[in-house]
Structure formats: structure tokens, C-alpha cells
């Protein structure tokens, strides 16, 4: 059995949802299955919607909302925000420590191979210290529970974690549906996040910059799946949102074509990955990046957030050394624990994971968004044998995992609720000499019964997230 | 400050949506045309796609003009570009680039435009469902422009889309006029016949003029009336000098907020001065094709040197 964070083991609530609960047993259900129906128009009325790669006939999508929130209390948010806390400033510890002098390779405990030749690691950034020494500006730490106290980190998304409009926007169309509902359960408030990061943002600015730093969002363009948030994100924080095409290299400095000549950029917020940030460097063929820039990067002149080469934080291969990391930086045990491991790069290992498919989720390292994974005890024989030959053919390729039995939180469906397996992203801002986590973030669903995938692109949804002021 | 390519973006959302307004009022009056049945519905059809500048593109595409084709390629063909529903798509795209220099309500009502459009739009419309959808056009549009007015700061974006909305809403009406200006030539008209009436009043609601024309000119339908209104008028909101009037406003506080003048500033000028403190009668001793044409290039140059002088690209 699940854990439910809903109800306990005898089907009464648990002291997060009490409140909660008195509440929805005082509804008619047919009122909320229309307000479901209500929130799913907000959404496409609000043109919140994402592009499916490859699927022509639907090239906008919106992902399906659950009204049911996933409730935090502020005890069970205290500890994880010191785990994040502790976990994202080992990571930054990390980062300028693979680019500079490696002492955790040469301490012997990650190896060598593993962060050089990794595709993520870029050797355009060795020597190179970013404005303020922050790395990650944002992160997106991707966690999940199997119990009352067990929480684990399933990924860190350090290169650009997308879903935070999201986490916004369910906000949003959860009080203009419910407004009833805040005034009895005391929820903190997730709104303000643009403003935090605008201020995050501007605080990394390179020091020799005027006393106002510009800030601009960089995105691929209106086609890129995640160009809602994008935009949403340049509109909340009231600043610029800046194509390839906009910006050029003037007298050293990255700037932006406005309709009075070109004006400098001090921060940019990219949404771009590494490969296509600059074509002098990068991808040649790029034409989402900026020419240049990386120069005006080493040179002092701009802040990219995140910064380049963050990925090997994030990297698959590399989470498995996370524990060692989190002690290695900080000095103490990780708070938060990592999921259990198997590096089917090492031969024994590769055994066991062979051995074992039926019960293990298997991972591309370098893969993101649930796509090209196993999750053995949801597939078929055959399945298993194809990805079996895979796995033989590149084990380095892969890592795997015991199939976490994640909580569950009930959706709204037809006849009253069901429960559903969840995860959680927090979002954490990361500025000179300060990390702020806001109290709440993505939960993810995954909407079919007994389904583990939550990904939006595997017909995951999403829910508003309240943390409780207790 | 403003980003030239936003610039861009709201120049062309809003020339666009003025474009998908204008196709359905041309769609419109060259149904009301085929309904009088005086002459050969045809080459009314003909003529609509002339002034809705595609009828190169629909012969390509058919071998002759019927009402149904002609209808159905201007709606909802996305082979042509300025089918309505080609502009709702590329006005659409362009409201989500410039999202950020929108209000909610002016993007929302772009969105939900789009939204119904489209699925009105899915498939050939009815002959009895035409007149519904047409409406449904001039209304989404109608909210779009509503919308704007009523939420969106005076400042540079609100210039911008302006001037888009008046390059391309003279355009149109110039285009409808050259379409038809023999019509409105003493030599050939038959003053009075009911045909020449049918006609008239056929220009006269290609640019939803029909009710207004009688207020300012009362019960006399003349052709020398007509090309006043539409080209000199300056309360008349379609006529070509109430549109120069709009963008050279609108390019004067461009001048004033950013503290430089262009060349197009000039052009404007002189586009201007050819409809102010004009005579009707002299345009059309000078020749109204003639006329009419000069219009169409200089009008479409001032875009191009607004582009340039607010680097666009």
C-alpha cells in the first residue's frame, strides 16, 4: 500500500488536510466537477498551453489540473527546505570546485572519467568564476515521499528547470475558483516568486555594472514547448523576453536591438541550452544563441543564469555521487536522502540491474522528461528482452533504481476522489550569499490509476501545492 | 524602452486583424452583390478577390470564379494568406511574441478569438451559416479592439499597433476603390440606373459606410459623394485621410517620446498633404486610378521606412 498523504491507514485525514477536508465534505460534487471543467477553460482562455514535439494535430496542449490540492504542513516543509538548502549549496560548492581545482577528484571521490568526459561538462568554463559564484540561479530539486517522514531527491534540475508558471498559475485559478477555501486554511503565499527572482537575478549581476542591472529572459521562440512560461516569466518580473535574432555584441557588452538602437543586457535569464548559446563556441548552426557572447562572459561583462555547464550537476551518473558530494562541500550528512542507485557501468552492478528488470526503473543518463526509461513492474515481457539488449549494448548509458513506491494524493474524478501518485519540484533561487526556497511548488500527477510517470508528456497533470503556516 | 522585433510583432498582430475584419465585410458585400442577381455574380467575385488582393493566388489555385470557391478561399484557405484564418493564426502568433507588451484582456481576447475561429473555421462554411460566421468575425475582432482600447497604456506600444491598424486599413480601402473606380467615373455611369445604385451601395458597405453615407450626404447617392467620403472624409473612420491622419499622430509621438524624426516622418507628411484641403473634383480630373495607385506604393513604402527607422529587423 501507498502512502496517502490524504488519509491514514483507518481513512480519517491526516493533520495537514483536516481542514481541508471539513471543507470539501460540505460540497456538492457536481458543483466541483463543473469547476473543474471551469479551470481547464481559465487555462486555455489564458493560452497556458505547451507544444508537443511531433504531434502536428496537437501542437498546443494544455496539462490536465487536478482542483484537489497536495497540502505540506509548514513541519514536513521546514525539514525538506534544509535538505534543498543544504543540497543546492553543496552543488554550487560543486560546480566551482569541477571548474577550478577538482579537489574532489583528486580526494578520490568521484572519479575522474566521469566528470571529463561527460558531455555536460563544459572546458570552456575551467578557470572561470561566474559574477557573485553562483552557478545554479535556479534550481528545480525534484523530490518524492513513501512515507511519513521518507522524502527523497529524485533528480536536481540544474540547467534550466521549467514549471514554475505553473506552480504560479494553479495558484492563481485556485483562488479565483475557491476564495472560500483560503480564508479557512492558512496557505503560504507563492505569488511573489517573479519579484524574488528579479531580485536573485539582479543581485548576480556582474559587479562593475550600473546601479540598476538590466535583466532579460532569453528564449528559443514561440514554437518551444516551454514559451508560455517564458513569456509569463519576462511579463511577471517586468522585464525584456529576447530572442537569438535581438541581440549582438557591441563594444564588448551583449545587446538588445530596441526600437531606438541597441541598449546592454546585464543579467540574462536563458532558457536556451548550453549547445546553443553561442555559435562561435557551441553549435555552429545556431541560430537561438547569441554570436559572442561567451566572450563577454569570460571577460566580466554579463551574468548567463543558469550558468553554462551547470549540467553536470544534474547528470544522471553523477546523482548516484550525490551523498559523497553534499558531505564532501558541507561537511555534514546529506539531510535529504538520494534514491538508492545501481551504476550499470560497473559490471556487477549491470548483473544485478540485468537480473532484476522487472523491478527496477531504468534511466537514460543523460535522458530527461520520462522519455526512453523502463519502469519494469508496468511492462511487458517484451519490453523487458528489447531494453535488456539495449542496456547490454551501452551499459554506461544507464542508470537504474528500485521502483520507489511514491504517496499518493486523491484527484477529483467522476464518482468522489481517487488517490494518484505524486511528485514535488520545489523551486529554489540561488544568489550571492543567499538561497531562498518558496514554500510550495510543482506537484506533479500521474492521472492514470497505478501509473508512476508523472511527466507532462505521459499524460501526467498538475496540482496546486499548498505549504501550511504552522 | 521596447524591443524593435516587438515593434514588429504589434505592427503586423494588429494589421492582421484589421485584415481578417476587413476580408469579411468584402465577403459580405459581395454576397449582398450575388443575391441582387443584376449581373453576372461572377465577375462581382472576381472583383472581390481583386480588392482583397488575391486573385493571382486563387487563379492559381482554380480554374474559374465561382461565389462558393471564392468564398472559401478568402475565409479559410491556408494556402492563402490572408484568408481570414491564415490572419488569425499569424495575428495570434504575433500576440504570443509580443506577449509581454500586452494586457491580459488584449491578449486574452486575441487567444479566444483565435480559439473560436478556428473551430468555426475547421471546415467549408454553409451558405446558411455565412452570415453567422461573418458576423462572428466582426465581433471577435470587434472585442479584440475593445479590449485594447479599453486596458492598453498610451505610450510606444500603443503606437506601433495604431499605425499597423491604419497602414493597412487604408490600404484596403484605396484597394476596394481601385477596384472599382470606373464605377465612380462621370464618363460611364449611368447616373441614377439602378445597377449603378446596387454598385454604389455595394462599395459603400464593402467598408460598413452604407448607414453613415446618409448622414453626411443625406439622400444624394452620387459617385462624386462616394469618392469624397472614402477618400477625403475626415470623420469617415475607413477614409484614406482618416487613416493618414491617425499615423501621422501616432508617428508624431513616436517623434516626441524618443526625441528623433525619420524619413518616414517626412513621407507621412507628404502622403498627408495630398488628402488634406483637397478638392474631390480635382483628384478626379487628375485621373482617381492614377491617384489611387500613387496612394497604394507610397502607403506601403511609409510602412517599410517605419521599419527601418524603428529597426523592426
Redesign the interface.
Same mark, same amino acid.
Given at each position: 500500500m501507498p502512502f496517502d498523504e490524504m488519509l491514514d491507514a483507518d481513512n480519517r485525514p491526516r493533520g495537514p488536510y483536516s481542514e481541508y477536508m471539513s471543507w470539501y465534505g460540505e460540497q456538492d460534487h457536481a458543483r466541483l466537477l463543473t469547476k473543474s471543467r471551469d479551470a481547464e477553460a481559465i487555462f $486555455?482562455?489564458?493560452?497556458i498551453t505547451f507544444a508537443v514535439y511531433g504531434k502536428e494535430e496537437a501542437a498546443e496542449r494544455i496539462i490536465p489540473f487536478d482542483i484537489v490540492p497536495r497540502v505540506i504542513s509548514g513541519r514536513e516543509w521546514r525539514k525538506l527546505a534544509q535538505g534543498i538548502e543544504q543540497r543546492v549549496a553543496a552543488l554550487n560548492a560543486f560546480l566551482d570546485d569541477i571548474y577550478h581545482k577538482q579537489e574532489i577528484i583528486r580526494a578520490g571521490r568521484v572519479p575522474r572519467h566521469l566528470i571529463e568526459r561527460n558531455e555536460a561538462f563544459l572546458p570552456e568554463m575551467i578557470g572561470m568564476r561566474p559574477p557573485g559564484g553562483v552557478y545554479t540561479h535556479i534550481i528545480g530539486t525534484d523530490i518524492v515521499r513513501t512515507g511519513q517522514d521518507e522524502f527523497y531527491v529524485l533528480e536536481d534540475n540544474a540547467r534550466t528547470p521549467s514549471g514554475v508558471s505553473y506552480m504560479l498559475e494553479n495558484r492563481e485559478t485556485m483562488m479565483q475558483m475557491f476564495p472560500e477555501l483560503f480564508h479557512r486554511v492558512r496557505v503560504r503565499p507563492v505569488e511573489n516568486y517573479p519579484m524574488l527572482l528579479r531580485q536573485s537575478l539582479e543581485a548576480s549581476a556582474p559587479p562593475g555594472c550600473a546601479d540598476k542591472p538590466r535583466v532579460a529572459v532569453l528564449t528559443p521562440?514561440?514554437y518551444n514547448s516551454a514559451?508560455y512560461e517564458h513569456?509569463f516569466l519576462?511579463?511577471q518580473m517586468g522585464v525584456?523576453?529576447?530572442?537569438g535574432?535581438?541581440l549582438r555584441v557591441i563594444g564588448g557588452r551583449v545587446a538588445? $536591438?530596441?526600437?531606438?538602437?541597441y541598449?546592454p543586457i546585464d543579467v540574462l535569464y536563458r532558457r536556451v541550452d548550453d549547445d546553443f548559446l553561442d555559435p562561435l563556441t557551441f553549435r555552429p548552426e545556431s541560430a537561438l544563441g547569441v554570436a559572442g557572447i561567451m566572450d563577454v562572459y569570460r571577460a566580466g561583462n554579463i551574468t548567463i543564469a543558469n550558468a553554462p555547464g551547470t549540467g553536470i550537476a544534474d547528470d544522471k551518473a553523477i546523482y548516484s555521487y550525490m551523498p559523497e558530494i553534499v558531505e564532501f562541500y558541507t561537511g555534514r550528512k546529506p539531510l535529504l536522502e538520494n534514491v538508492p542507485t545501481y551504476r550499470c557501468s560497473e559490471p556487477d552492478t549491470l548483473k544485478y540491474v540485468l537480473d532484476n528488470l522487472a523491478d527496477l526503473v531504468v534511466k537514460e543518463v543523460h535522458g530527461s522528461g520520462g522519455y526512453g526509461m523502463l519502469v519494469g513492474p508496468t511492462a511487458s515481457k517484451k519490453e523487458i528482452t528489447a531494453f535488456a539488449a539495449k542496456l547490454k549494448s551501452r551499459p554506461g548509458n544507464y542508470i537504474a533504481q528500485p521502483t520507489l513506491s511514491l504517496s499518493t494524493v486523491p484527484i477529483l474524478v467522476k464518482k468522489g476522489v481517487a488517490p494518484r501518485h505524486v511528485d514535488l519540484r520545489p523551486f529554489v533561487l540561488v544568489a550571492p550569499n543567499r538561497i531562498q526556497i518558496i514554500p510550495g511548488g510543482l506537484t506533479r500527477v500521474a492521472l492514470k490509476a497505478g501509473s508512476l510517470v508523472v511527466n507532462s508528456s505521459q499524460g501526467g497533470g498538475t496540482k496546486d501545492t499548498w505549504v501550511l503556516e504552522d | +524602452? +521596447? !524591443?524593435?522585433?516587438t515593434?514588429n510583432g504589434l505592427f503586423w498582430m494588429f494589421r492582421y486583424i484589421e485584415r481578417a475584419e476587413n476580408t469579411a465585410r468584402l465577403i459580405d458585400a459581395g454576397v449582398r452583390m450575388s443575391l441582387t442577381g443584376t449581373q453576372g455574380s461572377d465577375d462581382e467575385w472576381t472583383s472581390v478577390l481583386k480588392s482583397a488582393g488575391v486573385e493571382a493566388n486563387f487563379l492559381q489555385q482554380y480554374e474559374n470564379v465561382t461565389g462558393p470557391d471564392a468564398i472559401d478561399f478568402m475565409l479559410r484557405d491556408e494556402r492563402n494568406p490572408s484568408s481570414v484564418l491564415s490572419v488569425i493564426n499569424s495575428a495570434r502568433?504575433n500576440a504570443? +511574441?509580443v506577449?509581454?507588451a500586452l494586457t491580459?484582456e488584449a491578449?486574452?481576447s486575441t487567444?479566444?478569438c483565435w480559439?473560436d475561429l478556428t473551430s468555426r473555421l475547421a471546415r467549408r462554411v454553409k451558405d446558411a451559416d455565412l452570415p453567422s460566421v461573418l458576423d462572428l468575425i466582426k465581433q471577435r475582432t470587434g472585442l479584440i479592439r475593445g479590449a485594447f482600447h479599453g486596458t492598453m497604456l498610451r505610450n510606444?506600444i500603443f503606437n506601433f499597433s495604431r499605425i499597423g491598424t491604419f497602414i493597412e486599413r487604408a490600404d484596403n480601402t484605396a484597394r476596394i476603390l481601385d477596384v472599382k473606380y470606373y464605377l465612380l467615373l462621370p464618363a460611364v455611369t449611368y447616373v441614377g440606373s439602378s445597377l449603378d445604385n446596387v454598385q454604389w451601395v455595394s462599395i459603400l458597405r464593402s467598408v460598413s459606410a452604407h448607414r453613415s453615407y446618409g448622414w453626411v450626404y443625406e439622400s444624394d447617392l452620387n459617385p462624386t459623394n462616394i469618392a469624397d467620403f472614402l477618400i477625403l472624409n475626415g470623420r469617415m473612420p475607413r477614409s484614406l485621410a482618416y487613416c493618414h491622419e491617425k499615423i501621422t499622430n501616432n508617428l508624431g509621438y !513616436?517623434e516626441t517620446e524618443?526625441s528623433?524624426r525619420h524619413n518616414a516622418h517626412d513621407t507621412a507628411l507628404e502622403i498627408l498633404e495630398t488628402l488634406r484641403n483637397r478638392d474631390i473634383r480635382a483628384i478626379i480630373d487628375g485621373g482617381l486610378h492614377q491617384f489611387l495607385e500613387d496612394f497604394i506604393r507610397r502607403n506601403s513604402r511609409l510602412g517599410q521606412e517605419i521599419a527601418e527607422a524603428?529597426?523592426f529587423y
Open positions: $486555455r482562455k489564458t493560452g521562440g514561440i514559451y513569456a519576462a511579463d525584456e523576453l529576447v530572442e535574432p535581438d538588445m $536591438r530596441t526600437t531606438q538602437g541598449k | +524602452m +521596447m !524591443l524593435g522585433r515593434a502568433s504570443r +511574441m506577449r509581454t491580459r491578449w486574452e487567444n479566444e480559439i510606444e !513616436l524618443y528623433s524603428y529597426r
